[in-house]
């Protein structure tokens, strides 16, 4: 066998460094594709509800009570010297003390259901800007904790996603038992909540012959762990896709891309968790459960913790 002479083998090891250097270059690319796509799908999640928000808030400046006012400018504009005989006598007139506590009371009532709406599209927006953010903890696989009530971040899911399932005639039924304070990563946990609830309305659309629900539980499975669970009566899944339904680009819809539940494993595991998912076949739903470890907030006893 022939002995490489040390030309030779200094080419061979500049090709190898080469063929590396464009492994770790494609290997980064693809990394950064990844995250990119993760990120551009849950900020798709959060879109569709701040888009609803905005045909709410568009649909309410649209029917406003608002113009009653200029008619009633209008009225007394018509009568600058015999203000008082048209109040007390003219039908129109005595009509206007009572039309204007009507429209008082509608327009503190369209202002109160405007600022609802514009609160919780605010916190859409904010829950956009964490995605966004996100990108940097990935990039350096951290997590940001801390501390919280895990049904007060349940009940944020439930207001994201409400409007959009009411809208398609879905029915939440929340089973929510109250988890002590601990230390959370709140965007994480929002972002694989967010993206379970939609999956699990998209897995109704085609049930017709039943009607649609959801049911959203939240548990404690013991002294360590939490247990949040997503459970619809859709299409179910195969008991072939049950293993994959996790993979990097797995999807079994037309316009899905499988980006989602594969970056919510991710983050579940970034937090010590799992995500797991049964289903007892087609037609029969699914049940997505999110279990998390129960970390406690700086000094505070187990004691408190769990009782």
Not at 30 to 41: D, F, K, Q, R, S
Not at 67 to 86: I, M, R, S, T, Y
Not at 205 to 215: F, G, L, M, N
Not at 271 to 298: C, N, R, W, Y
């Amino acid at each position: 066998m022939k002995i490489p002479s040390p030309r030779q083998l200094a080419k061979v090891n500049d090709e190898l460094r080469e063929a590396q250097a464009e492994l770790v270059t494609t290997a980064r690319r693809a990394g950064m594709a990844e995250i990119a796509t993760n990120v551009l799908h849950n900020v798709g999640n959060v879109l569709n509800s701040v888009n609803v928000s905005a045909q709410v808030l568009f649909d309410k400046v649209q029917t406003s009570k608002g113009p009653g006012v200029a008619k009633v400018v209008q009225l007394l504009k018509e009568h600058p010297d015999d203000l008082g005989d048209f109040i007390s006598s003219d039908p129109k007139g005595r009509a206007l003390p009572d039309y204007l506590g009507k429209l008082a009371d509608a327009l503190a009532t369209e202002q109160q259901a405007m600022i609802a709406e514009l609160t919780q599209l605010s916190r859409r927006v904010d829950h956009i800007k964490d995605i966004v953010a996100t990108q940097q903890s990935y990039a350096g696989y951290s997590s940001v904790l801390e501390p919280g009530l895990l049904r007060e971040l349940v009940e944020d899911v439930v207001r994201i996603s409400g409007v959009s399932l009411v809208r398609h005639k879905v029915t939440l039924v929340q089973e929510l038992n109250d988890i002590p304070m601990m230390s959370l990563d709140k965007h994480k946990v929002l972002q694989i909540l967010v993206n379970l609830i939609n999956n699990a309305k998209q897995a109704l659309v085609s049930v017709t012959d039943r009607p649609s629900h959801i049911t959203l539980r939240l548990k404690a499975v013991d002294d360590t762990r939490v247990r949040i669970e997503v459970e619809d009566n859709g299409e179910g899944i195969s008991a072939e896709n049950l293993t994959r339904v996790f993979e990097h680009g797995f999807t079994t819809r037309p316009d899905g891309h499988g980006f989602g539940l594969h970056s919510c494993i991710l983050a579940a595991h970034e937090m010590g968790g799992d995500l797991t998912v049964q289903s007892a076949g087609p037609g029969k739903g699914a049940l997505f459960a999110l279990e998390l470890p129960i970390t406690l907030v700086p000094g505070q006893s187990q004691k408190a913790a769990t009782r």
